[in-house]
Each structure stands twice: as structure tokens, then as C-alpha cells.
Nanobody
């Protein structure tokens, strides 16, 4: 099982920035679809951003387009999520996830059920 460890969460004021990191236990980023999800209390887990193997074809939820950027450092086996212009509605637990696509691009259905391995989550809290 692939191990994923998130870090970088915290508390910021609206308009601030945070960068989340997700360290993988092995060289998966070149072969796996990697995604960031979030879950707020009382809400379903939702996809935020995903990136295909090798760092191509980033995709974003409409709610974060233009504010969040997903990237990958293959040499460090680390996935990132740069979050700018944060809003109170971005408050949630953020999870890193991986889907073994054997090198193929991410499936179009950006749903948690399509991802097999998950990190423990990191909390992001944005105050107004």
C-alpha cells in the first residue's frame, strides 16, 4: 500500500496563502494520478485538483480555479497544492490521494471512489 503524508495545513485569514505538501512513500507520482480532496464538517468529500502521471493535465474544481495550483516534484516524490486568496469556504480537512492508472491520464470522473490510497489529512482553517 502506498503511504501518503500531508503537511502544510494551518490557520490563516481570508486572502492569505498556504502550501500543502504530500510526500509519497515510493515513486508513484510518475505512474499515478494524484489528487487533492477536501471535506468540510457535514459535507461530502469533494475533489479540489488533480494531476496526471508525470505532472501533466492539471484540473481544478470551479470553486478554486485561478486561486489554487497543483504541482508535483518527481525527484522528491512530493505533490503540492499552492492555495492563494483563501476564503472562509475553503475551510476543510484536505486529503492527498493516489490512483494507480499505470501511467495513463486520470479518469474524467473526479470522485473519491476512483482513488485507492489516501493520506491522513491536514486541516486548513480560513477566518474572515
Amino acid at each position: 500500500q502506498v503511504q501518503l503524508v500531508e503537511s502544510g495545513g494551518g490557520s490563516v485569514q481570508a486572502g492569505g496563502s498556504l502550501r500543502l505538501s504530500c510526500a509519497a512513500s515510493e515513486t508513484i507520482i510518475s505512474n499515478y494520478c494524484m489528487g487533492w480532496f477536501r471535506q468540510a464538517p457535514g459535507k461530502e468529500r469533494e475533489g479540489v485538483a488533480r494531476i496526471s502521471p508525470g505532472g501533466g493535465f492539471p484540473r481544478y474544481a470551479d470553486s478554486v480555479k485561478g486561486r489554487f495550483t497543483i504541482s508535483v516534484d518527481n525527484a522528491k516524490n512530493t505533490l503540492y497544492l499552492q492555495m492563494n486568496k483563501l476564503k472562509p469556504e475553503d475551510t476543510a480537512m484536505y486529503y492527498c490521494a493516489a490512483a494507480d492508472t499505470r501511467g495513463a491520464n486520470c479518469v474524467s470522473d473526479f470522485a473519491p471512489r476512483n482513488y485507492n490510497d489516501w493520506g491522513q489529512g491536514t486541516q486548513v482553517t480560513v477566518s474572515s
